[in-house]
Structures are given as C-alpha cells and as structure tokens.
C-alpha cells in the first residue's frame, strides 16, 4: 500500500518523508490556505518546494472548472517538476481533461469522487487515480469503507490501471480497513500515519525490556 500524506505543511512532509515510508502528498486548495499560501505564485512555489522534499506523486490541484481553463492550468503544473500529479475534480469538464491528459502522458488524480459511477467514469478516462473521500461519506452516516470495496470490485472486473486512493482519511482503524480492503494508496494526515505506530503493550513491553536489562546491568556492576 502506497502512503501520500494529505497537507501542504512543509515541516510534516519532512517528518514522514525522514521516517522513510512516504510515496507521495496530496494537497488541495483548502489545505493550501490553510498553511497561508495564497497567491498564483506562491502556490507555484510551494508546489516546488514540496517537489523538492519528496520522492515522487505531488498531486497539485486545478482551481479552473471548465475543459479549456483546466488544460491550460493542468499543463502549467505538469511542467513545474516531473513530480506532480494533476488533480482534477469530478466534474463532467474535468473528465474530458483526464482523458486529454492521459493522451499527453500527464499523470492525474480525480478528487471529490463519492460514488461507484464516478470511480468507473475516471477509470474510463485513464485517470492515474481515483480519490474517494471516506471521511467526508462517514461525516454525512454514509458508508465510507462500502465505497472502496464497491470500487476496488468494479477496478478488478475490467482490469482497470486506476489505483484506489483512499481520500479524507480521518486516523489509523480508516488506514487499516483501506488496506484491508485492496486500497492502492491512503492519503491521510500525518496523525493518523504515526497513529499506526501505537500500542500499549509495546511502551509497556519496552519499557519492562529496558529496565529489566538496567537491573541486569546493576547486578553485574555490583558483581
Ligand atoms: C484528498 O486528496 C483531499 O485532499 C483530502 O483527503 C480531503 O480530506 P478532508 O475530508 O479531511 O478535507
């Protein structure tokens, strides 16, 4: 499984991509004003900066809506760095854009996907990923989880390319059942990635180890 982390915060980029199991980052424009960055060109600096912290698979969203605009826009950011991935909403201009960007070679991912149909709509388009967002279905009592199964069958009957991008992940359980359910890539806050890291038996069991291996070392000492 593939892990994006979902922010446009530079400090927790570095964080995940030190602790060396960071694919990819996926920001949007809420994110983006979140941190402050505001402004064509500040955007188009953050995005570089971003670029210059990962690996690979910076999805770098339009903020245009209709096919022409989104072509113009998508492509500016495709050129920015080899890194960035286009994110294009679902929306019908926004289908035709992923398939013109596929005939380019342009890697996308749709975003705000809440259905099945949408899903096999991008799929058809050639979309590089889906985006459906768990999180935001739970938030309205809709089955976020019952989505990504839904998709990842429809994905699996044709063998469409298109990976699963589990989107709006709110902490680790929604990490665990992506996985469990074949999701290609989980995009999720930093929080909910170093979540996975806890357990108390293990503070418990290592905290008996060292002190276990203290006592041991005192006794030796003491002969
Ligand atoms: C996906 O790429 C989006 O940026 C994101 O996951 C939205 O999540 P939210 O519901 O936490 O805003």
Known sequence: MKFFIDTANLDQIKEAQDLGILDGVTTNPS???????T?????????KAICA?????????????????IIKEGEALAALDAKIVVKVPMIKDGVKAIKYFTSKGIRTNCTLIFSAGQALLAAKAGATYVSPFLGRLDDIGSEGLTLIEDIRLIFDNYGYPTEILAASIRGPLHIISCAKLGADVMTGPLSAILGLLKHPLTDNG????????KKAAEAAAKG
Do not use: P, R
Request: no cysteine; glycine share 4%; hydrophobic share 40%.
């Open 31 to 37: 994110l983006m004003a979140k941190e402050g960055i």
């Open 39 to 47: 402004g064509e060109q500040n955007v188009i600096n953050h995005y």
């Open 53 to 69: 912290i990962v690996d690979d698979k910076v999805s770098a969203e339009v903020i245009s809506t209709t096919y022409e605009e």
């Open 206 to 213: 290592l905290a008996t180890f060292l002190a276990d291996h």
